[in-house]
């Protein structure tokens, strides 16, 4: 096939899809190109159904190549391993628009894979992952409800800006990506810096408006070079099967919805299945029993929303399950929350540590490091399933990022809080967005650590029941059954003055705006009512961290000096760790970290870093070690590695005939700054420590007198005394050896 290149204007850029040219053999591949960012997108699918599942065996991989940005990778064998965060991430938000656009009887293997090819660091190739496979499922023979365009809005100066570049989004308070369709929104995902409702809402509209042109695009490739679709396998169900399921079951599947707690709820449902397999074993499959009583409770369960607006153990449409919330209840943590929401409950630890302790990033974005980790766990306890214990799944890698996202915002700067902070949220129990109490947990532990934030944070999850003719139910605090048969799982977390992030997933072919907004209106009336339980028991952070945490302190120091404090090989910064058993950091810039438990231990090491560091000033005291007998005065180390001149007059109130008469090397002694010269030399007088203020010698004394410089070193060919006698024996020059200057 000849290659086909179509291109259209994005944000002010061209955004062009390629095909024809790379990968030929795959069953559909493009090329996305948007500024300098390129990426390679291909999708292979099995002709023939996986035998024995019944979901859609869709994959998406995203991988990272860091020749794209210039990097070679770190690690022993310099090669890319396992993906990164950041590439599970945008396999989900891949994964996410795409997964309720192909049919559910689809049964063979898909997969679609991301390479990032260039990466300018510019414009972000995680949304071209997505209209890549969009493009590709669009070309292929896979029946498709799409094409699909993905954008960027940021929120920058009072405006919304399309695309922004990656360095913009330093200064935006909304990172907000919209995939949608020519009618409806697919996905939204954002973080946010506690932005209205209302803007978000803009921002929606503004991207679906955006994307049209990418849509276009897409039909252009697909009229071009698209291949006819197969048709959708049918997988029906047992209509009899059905029917005589529901004769039994619809008043008992009705009469265990209204049972509130969870697990009579489930014995009470566990019981029917055994008895509609006991009555109708002889006449049906099991396979088709069971795949009828799933079909009725998901009939009952929306019906009773729809019509009576009766939800789940008779609670209101808006109405919150019940909240507890406790803080500090591990005593040897840095802080810690609990957080209850019905039988949804997350247990969120907290832990501070030197800057040393963030983590280092290597991938292809312009972040090497971040100081906030939020990991999530989620254990088969938790849903009271055996489950094998084992690396961190994908679901829990997105929901650990989308907590994250949320608390960020309110978060204190580094300037004013130098921690690293690292926050595991532990899911205890789970009926219904764990992710959302993970967010509440998260902000109670982070106040109880005593970290300085702006602001509570919470977070909500929304569903939504939709009718045939159009009529729709939005929910607040979305529970676990009603998720599984519900139509949308729309989280959002936020303060009291904004939103922080939001995540919206759909079982649909997409949601329309109206939705959107009666969502995000109904969800901030729950996100207040549970920042108003969590302020009860927490309203402020504590005043202090905990006393097993690190004190953190931050200084400043010239950055010519950072190899003073770093010694040969490190040999000087070891040092100082040894002897005050503090963390120390030191960044390019200057900017040194000092942590300990011990305060005097901090002071100690901030002493020392401050003694190598430090300038000396006229009119500055030391107490300091004789290091060189001169015959005309006496070295003085003053600060480490730098020492001054005490003159030999300058080394008692009375005339001195020998410097040894006085002091030896290695004596302490103080002194005080009288001058510094312009090469930096620096002279010192013992006599003016203990001179009364107003005999002490001026700047420049006593060699104004004494006929020699105003550095205080002698001059060549001018004896700085008056009286004949010279300090230095040379063999009859006046200039002492070069060495002793």
Not at 161 to 171: G, K, T, W
Not at 201 to 219: P, S
Not at 274 to 289: C, G, N, P, R, V
Not at 724 to 736: E, N
Request: glycine share 10%; proline share 5%.
């Amino acid at each position: 096939m000849e290659p086909q290149s179509f291109r259209c204007d994005v944000g002010g850029r061209d955004l062009s899809i390629e095909t024809g040219k790379l990968a030929q053999q795959a069953d559909a591949a493009v090329t996305i190109r948007y500024g300098e960012t390129v990426v390679l997108v291909t999708m292979c699918f099995n002709r023939e159904e996986r035998e024995g599942v019944d979901f859609l065996p869709l994959t998406i991989d995203y991988e990272e190549r860091l020749y794209a940005a210039g990097k070679i990778p770190g690690g022993f064998i310099r090669r890319e391993g396992r993906p990164s965060e950041h590439a599970t991430l945008a396999c989900r938000q891949t994964d996410r628009p795409i997964r309720p656009l192909l049919p559910k009887e689809w049964h063979s293997d898909i997969q679609i894979i991301t390479t990032v090819l260039s990466a300018d660091q510019e414009n972000d190739p995680d949304i071209l992952s997505v209209i890549g496979a969009s493009a590709c499922l669009s070309l292929s023979e896979i029946p498709f409800d799409g094409p699909v365009g993905a954008v960027n809005i940021g929120y920058i100066n009072g405006e919304l800006v399309l695309n922004p570049l990656l360095a913009q989004f330093e200064e935006s308070q909304l990172d907000l990506i919209v995939v949608s369709a020519r009618e409806k929104i697919i996905m939204v995902e954002a973080g946010a810096r506690e932005v209205s409702e209302d803007i978000v809402m803009q921002a929606i509209r503004f991207a679906h408006e955006a994307n049209q042109d990418i849509i276009g695009l897409q039909e252009q490739l697909q009229q071009a070079a698209g291949k006819p679709k197969v048709e959708v396998p049918s997988s029906e169900l047992n209509a009899e099967a059905v029917d005589a399921v529901a004769g039994i079951a619809d008043e008992k599947i009705s009469q265990a919805l209204d049972i509130a707690d969870r697990v009579p709820r489930e014995q009470a449902l566990d019981d029917l299945k055994a008895e509609l397999l006991e009555k109708f074993s002889e006449t049906y499959q099991e396979k088709d029993i069971l795949e009828a009583l799933d079909t009725r409770l998901k009939y009952v369960l929306r019906t009773r929303i729809l019509d009576k607006e009766q939800r789940i153990g008779g609670r209101g449409l808006t109405e919150i399950r019940p909240l507890s919330c406790e803080v500090g209840l591990l005593p040897r943590t840095h802080g810690s929350g609990l957080f209850s929401r019905g039988l949804t409950q997350v247990l969120s630890i907290t832990t501070l540590g030197s800057t040393r302790k963030e983590q280092m990033l290597d991938g292809l974005g312009i972040e090497d490091s971040k100081r906030f980790m939020h990991h999530y766990n989620f254990p088969g306890f938790s849903n009271g399933e055996v489950r094998r214990v084992g690396s961190t799944s994908r679901r829990e890698i997105g929901h650990g990022a989308l907590a994250e996202r949320a608390l960020t915002p309110v978060l204190p700067d580094d300037e004013d809080f130098p921690y690293a902070i690292r926050l595991v949220s532990e899911v205890l129990s789970s009926n219904g967005s764990t992710s959302m109490a993970s967010v509440c947990a998260g902000s109670l532990s982070l106040m109880d650590a005593g970290i300085p934030v702006k602001t509570a944070v919470a977070g909500i999850a929304m569903g939504l029941i939709t009718g045939d003719d159009g009529k729709f139910v939005v929910l607040s605090d979305l529970e676990g059954q009603e998720d599984y048969h519900g139509d949308m799982d729309f989280k959002i977390a936020g303060t009291g003055n904004g939103v922080t992030a939001i995540q919206m997933d759909t079982k649909l072919k997409g949601l329309s705006l109206e939705i959107i907004e009666k969502t995000l209106s109904q969800a901030k009336e729950g996100r207040l009512f549970i920042l108003d339980k969590m302020n009860e028991t927490i309203s402020a952070s504590r005043p202090d961290v905990s006393p097993y945490a690190p004190r953190m302190t931050k200084i400043k120091i010239d950055p010519s000096k950072i190899g003073a404090v770093i010694g040969t090989g490190g040999k000087t910064i070891r040092s100082i760790i040894e002897e005050t058993k503090a963390t120390i950091d030191v960044s390019d810039d200057g900017t040194v970290v000092i942590g300990s438990p011990d305060m005097e231990a901090t002071q100690k090491a901030i002493a020392i870093i401050e003694g190598l560091t430090k300038d000396a000033e006229v009119g500055d005291m030391y107490t300091g070690k004789v290091s060189r007998i001169l015959d005309f005065g006496a070295m003085v180390e003053i600060l480490p590695g730098k020492e001054g001149l005490v003159h030999i007059s300058e080394l008692e109130e009375y005339r001195v005939g020998k410097v040894e008469d006085v002091v030896k090397i290695g004596d302490e002694i103080t002194v005080k700054v009288i001058n510094i010269d312009n090469l930096g030399r620096v002279n010192l007088s013992r006599r003016a420590v203990f001179a009364k203020e107003e005999d002490s010698p001026s700047a420049d004394y006593p060699f104004r007198r004494s006929g020699g410089t105003s550095s205080g070193y002698p001059s060549r060919g001018k004896p700085p005394y008056s009286g004949g006698q010279r300090p230095y024996r040379t063999g009859g020059g006046s200039q002492p050896p070069a060495e002793r200057r």
